[in-house]
């Protein structure tokens, strides 16, 4: 076989290979009777008929590619905090009363980040009773402690099938009491760490204003945190449509957790314009954790203009937030000169808390004459 030959059959394998769907490999497991399945009849049928059918607890799992960013989803048992992180996400007890999960995306202690993090997320469902009870979320290098339980592998696993099955859950956290939402959270974790359309379109549909107000909360936290632009743009528009204070609420918190530059616009803009006095007090606070000249910006703007005191006073404390070199000297200018004496007391009282020099030295100046 001559060169040409040989570079178009390794041109042919490769394409093949990249048509094979995510979760061709089972995971790392210790503690489990591990089976492999197919679900190429589609997942959603694969799923229920294993939940129809099986007599004992049981977990089914699988895999599909990860969001851009996303570099280690670890149970919260894992590490002891962000300084003990180094690198490796360890083993993960699927069998243990904590189903929260820890991420990771910056250069673990003692290292660089790896140029390829994890690829895939695993996605399993804990079923008993005829029923899944719980879904749990983790990053494709951790091994997995099924507790002695089996664990039912599912291979050829497409990105939108796995959004539509979890979109249900997801949805039950408006529907149900504590099983539902529970479920909800974990059904949602998985939609928003899915790099797939599928995931952003099924997210936006949380958020519409004709679902329950508890799922357009949680939706928003995901669309700031794991969605980029497209997670902006929806967040843009609650902040704008959406009638409920709580929900608009919430909306500020994922705008401060977004890595899109113009959140912080969308924030500033909450901050001037929002209706709810709560909502603007909230906007400067989460703004403030951002810090930055934009931030102190509004905050001095609210202070000067906003016409509810309760407003004011948010944005006192919220310059009480931004770094000491920053907001002291802010907080000296609005003790000096602003003409409302309770705005003007409480600059006094979080400059009093800062242990600042600053601070003292304008004490004693006051106190002086």
């Not at 005829?130 to 990105?159: H, N, Q």
């Not at 945190?225 to 608009?248: F, I, N, T």
């Amino acid at each position: 076989m001559n060169r040409s030959k040989h570079h178009v059959l390794a041109m042919g394998m490769l394409a093949l290979l990249a048509a094979i769907p995510a979760g061709a490999q089972a995971p790392r497991t210790v503690n489990t009777k591990l089976e492999t399945r197919s679900a190429t009849a589609g997942l959603e049928r694969t799923v229920q008929g294993i939940v129809a059918s099986q007599s004992s607890p049981a977990w089914i799992g699988y895999a599909v590619p990860m969001i851009a960013s996303q570099r280690e989803i670890c149970c919260s048992n894992s590490y002891r905090g962000d300084a003990d992180w180094d690198g490796g996400c360890g083993r993960c007890r699927l069998e243990h009363t904590n189903d929260g999960v820890t991420m990771h995306s910056g250069a673990p202690k003692g290292g660089a980040v790896p140029l390829e993090g994890s690829r895939n997320i695993l996605v399993l469902f804990r079923v008993e009773e005829k029923r899944v009870s719980r879904i749990r979320t983790f990053s494709d290098d951790c091994e997995l402690d099924a507790g002695g339980l089996a664990l039912i592998w599912l291979t050829d696993v497409r990105p939108a099938e796995s959004v539509a099955l979890l979109a249900p859950y997801a949805r039950a956290g408006g529907e149900e009491a504590e099983h539902g939402d529970r479920l909800s959270h974990q059904a949602l974790a998985a939609i928003a760490l899915t790099s797939d359309a599928s995931a952003d379109r099924a997210l936006e549909s949380f958020a519409a204003p004709s679902q329950p107000e508890r799922l357009r909360e949680q939706t928003s936290f995901w669309l700031g945190a794991a969605r980029g632009k497209p997670g902006y743009e929806a967040l843009k528009r609650m902040a704008r449509e959406d009638s409920s204070e709580r929900v608009r609420d919430k909306v500020t918190f994922a705008l401060s957790v977004s890595r899109e530059p113009e959140a912080v616009e969308e924030m500033v803009r909450m901050a001037k314009m929002d209706s709810s006095s709560h909502v603007r007090g909230q906007a400067l606070f989460w703004l403030a954790q951002k810090a930055g000249n934009k931030a102190g910006a509004a905050i001095r703007d609210a202070i000067e203009n906003d016409p509810e005191a309760e407003v004011k006073k948010h944005a006192v404390f919220a310059l009480s937030q931004l770094p000491k070199d920053e907001g002291v000297p802010l907080l000296i200018q609005v003790a000096r000169t602003n003409q409302n004496a309770s705005v003007r007391k409480q600059a006094m009282f979080w400059l009093g808390q800062s242990n600042d020099p600053r601070a003292l030295a304008f004490f004693e100046d006051v106190l002086a004459h």
